[in-house]
């Protein structure tokens, strides 16, 4: 083989090896934490997993196959009752360092709050950080009817649900906006998903859920220039059932594109909302991490509007909600601290250079030889 052959394969892995490099080397951090989005949001992963489901796994008499519990309520809240085996993360912590290392890799993380909202914050940044996690849809609302363990107010037609006006008319946006600038700090791709989360997580002037009560008397109080963007991230054949007046459409699956990302303000307060708040939750944490100021509507088109058939969707109901079991006492942490999960990014990187390192040491020893 001769030099000018050996010297184009080793440019050609070269070149191989860049194209396969972080993101975060060339786009900064906005884009590690956008790539870390679309990769959960096309994976097929389900955002939730009802109480049903649940209950059936943990006693179908099989424990290989059960899910490591998270609560991610306040810890004097977890102590009223929580589902067996549970352990308590509240949500704002769930991207701290320490916390992160109870979790196992190789398990499904199901994580639960009080009516479904939190826990979906927690499931979206676990699941951007590279960990198999499910919410819990309702959260435990959704396990028990007991509302002193709830210790909230429950969903109920006559206390959470509005009859607000939809409009049926599209809104499509004819702006395109830049992208926000996101500066984490972060070391690696997966410090730089983790810090995004936890630096949105803990930040006051960012309230991560507004109430359907609260947008509706700012879209109606005469002053449109305070309006919020409004983007339902329900599907499109049901966001032409009907919207909230203004909204956009963008199903929350396509929320982290850039073309999607471009219809949105960094500089406006966003409102998404979908079905019951648990999606549109997703799409909000996502938005959030991006450095965008988004807030998701609390049980989503259901406490919007009495309209079952605009709803597209079954409707909590307290009449019929299971009653399962829960535990009561303290916090306890996981009975074995995991190794946090690192990126395939940087990975791939590294196992490129390698090869390339065999390579050329091969063709070295090739040529010594013939000599």
């Given amino acids: 083989m001769n030099r000018k052959v050996i010297l184009t394969i080793l440019a050609?892995?070269?070149?191989?090896?860049?194209?396969?490099?972080?993101?975060?080397?060339?786009s900064g951090d906005f884009e590690v934490v956008?790539?870390?989005?679309?990769?959960?949001?096309s994976s097929g992963k389900a955002p939730t997993i009802s109480a049903d489901d649940l209950f059936a796994n943990l006693n179908d008499g099989d424990t290989s196959n059960d899910p490591f519990i998270v609560s991610v309520r306040s810890a004097e809240h977890y102590a009223l009752g929580h589902i067996p085996g549970a352990i308590n993360i509240p949500y704002k912590t769930i991207a701290k360092t320490e916390n992160l290392a109870q979790l196992p890799k190789d398990r499904q993380i199901v994580v639960y709050c009080y009516t479904g909202h939190t826990g979906q914050i927690a499931t979206t940044v676990l699941n951007l950080l590279d960990y198999n996690a499910i919410n819990l849809k309702f959260g435990i609302m959704g396990w028990t009817r007991d509302d002193a363990v709830l210790a909230q107010k429950r969903f109920g037609p006559d206390t959470d649900q509005r009859d607000y006006p939809v409009q049926t008319e599209p809104n499509v946006p004819t702006e395109t906006y830049?992208?926000?600038?996101?500066?984490?700090?972060?070391?690696?791709?997966?410090e730089i998903v983790r810090l995004a989360a936890?630096?949105?997580?803990?930040?006051?002037?960012?309230?991560?859920?507004?109430?359907?009560?609260?947008?509706?008397?700012?879209?109606?109080?005469?002053?449109?220039?305070n309006n919020p963007v409004i983007v339902s991230v329900r599907a499109a054949d049901?966001?032409?059932?009907?919207?909230i007046a203004g909204a956009i459409n963008i199903p929350w699956k396509s929320i982290a594109s850039v073309e999607n990302l471009a219809k949105l303000p960094a500089d406006r307060v966003i409102a998404t909302y979908c079905y019951t708040g648990h999606t549109?939750?997703?799409?909000?944490?996502?938005?959030?991490?991006l450095g965008y100021q988004a807030g998701n509507i609390k049980y989503g088109m259901m406490g919007w509007t009495k309209d079952d058939a605009v709803l597209a969707q079954k409707r909590f109901d307290p009449n019929t909600q299971p009653d399962y079991r829960l535990e009561t006492g303290a916090p306890v942490a996981a009975a074995?601290?995991?190794?946090?999960?690192?990126?395939?990014?940087?990975?791939?990187?590294?196992?490129?250079?390698s090869s390339l390192g065999l390579i050329a040491a091969g063709l070295a020893l090739r040529k010594r030889a013939a000599a």
Avoid: C, K
């Avoid at 070149?15 to 993101?23: C, E, T």
């Avoid at 956008?34 to 949001?41: D, H, I, K, P, T």
């Avoid at 006051?204 to 609260?214: D, F, G, L, R």
């Fill in 12 to 26: 050609v892995l070269l070149l191989a090896s860049i194209a396969v490099a972080p993101a975060s080397a060339q």
């Fill in 34 to 41: 956008r790539q870390a989005a679309e990769a959960y949001l």
């Fill in 178 to 190: 830049a992208l926000p600038a996101l500066t984490t700090g972060g070391a690696n791709d997966f």
């Fill in 198 to 225: 936890d630096n949105w997580l803990n930040n006051p002037a960012t309230p991560p859920i507004v109430s359907a009560e609260s947008v509706f008397t700012n879209l109606n109080d005469g002053d449109d220039s």
């Fill in 238 to 243: 049901h966001y032409a059932l009907g919207h």
């Fill in 280 to 289: 549109g939750m997703v799409a909000a944490t996502i938005l959030g991490m």
């Fill in 336 to 353: 074995a601290p995991a190794t946090v999960p690192t990126t395939g990014g940087p990975l791939a990187f590294s196992v490129l250079l």
